[in-house]
């Protein structure tokens, strides 16, 4: 049966991100599809074995602006001109490893990589998931048929405004002279208010306006938070204060991996929030079992 939570809570913000790692764009409405919102993370870089590029290695990365057009993307960053990348034909294929999966990709042309080396300063190649239905979900935390784009692991990433503001609260009793811990840190897909902090490690199933959703795993979080997303300066936070109040199993924990029931959904900002399903508060985030 539902479990209570305040009648005000709400989806409070959407993101989509066309290119892994690069910068995201607030929306209005999203249209959620099997494998995440519609336009996320269909695009990736990856280096001249295939393997997926992030941030994580090429800070630089967050400073790059993608734009779905109506015929590709068009790709803006500091110090360069923008580029306009049409849609690469599926006959195209090119062998991609994103962390455990192995699957193909459109490739784009070599023009596309030499803008990415001019704006990031490193030897990549543009690829464009066409039919995501390649790549599984991991089996352990998802069922047989789910799906993924090129995101980490998982369709749809929430968190939530009280969790932020918690881990905030830490990170700024250490350094009291700091700006806010900004949201884009943890790259959500979407964002809802009106529960307790770290209440969604608890939640595992959930309905945002018509979309319903089962919250299958927490994200441990690695370096790409401590990355600024407006000047790609790296540093110790939020992990440092992540493993202060959030460590279980040796990693750090913020927001929880979604998979929709419900494709075909459209998410609009102000959609209220409802828990379907949940577990006793108390055992932390959904994680591989030790």
């Not at 193909?104 to 066409?130: K, M, N, Q, S, Y």
Request: aromatic fraction near 6%; charge should be negative; charged fraction near 25%.
């Amino acid at each position: 049966m539902p479990v209570p939570i305040p009648p005000s809570a709400r989806l409070t913000s959407i993101h989509r991100f066309p290119v892994k790692s690069c910068r995201g764009e607030s929306l209005e409405s999203a249209v959620v599809e099997p494998w995440g919102l519609a336009g996320d993370r269909r695009w990736m870089l990856v280096d001249d074995d295939g393997v997926v590029v992030t941030a994580r290695t090429l800070n630089r990365l967050v400073l790059v602006h993608p734009e779905l057009t109506a015929t590709g993307l068009r790709l803006t960053a500091p110090g360069v001109p923008a580029l306009d990348v049409p849609m690469p034909g599926p006959a195209e294929q090119v062998p991609v490893r994103v962390w455990r999966s192995e699957l193909t990709a459109a490739a784009t042309g070599p023009e596309v990589g030499a803008w990415f080396g001019e704006a990031v300063g490193a030897a990549v190649r543009l690829v464009h998931l066409d039919d995501p239905t390649r790549r599984p979900t991991n089996p352990d935390f998802s069922g047989p048929h789910d799906r993924v784009s090129f995101a980490d692991g998982y369709p749809l990433l929430l968190a939530t405004e009280e969790s932020l503001a918690a881990l905030d609260a830490v990170v700024r009793a250490r350094s009291p002279e700091r700006e806010p811990l900004p949201m884009a840190r943890f790259r959500p897909n979407v964002v809802v208010s009106g529960a307790e902090p770290w209440a969604e490690d608890d939640w595992r199933r959930i309905r945002i306006g018509d979309a319903v959703f089962r919250a299958v795993k927490g994200c441990d979080r690695c370096v790409m938070t401590t990355i600024d997303p407006d000047t790609a300066v790296r540093e110790k936070e939020p992990i440092a204060s992540l493993a202060r109040v959030r460590r279980w199993d040796g990693a750090t924990w913020f927001g929880v991996n979604l998979v929709p029931d419900t494709p075909g959904a459209t998410l609009r900002v102000g959609d209220p929030l409802e828990v379907l399903e949940a577990v006793p508060p108390g055992g932390g985030p959904v994680r591989p079992a030790r």
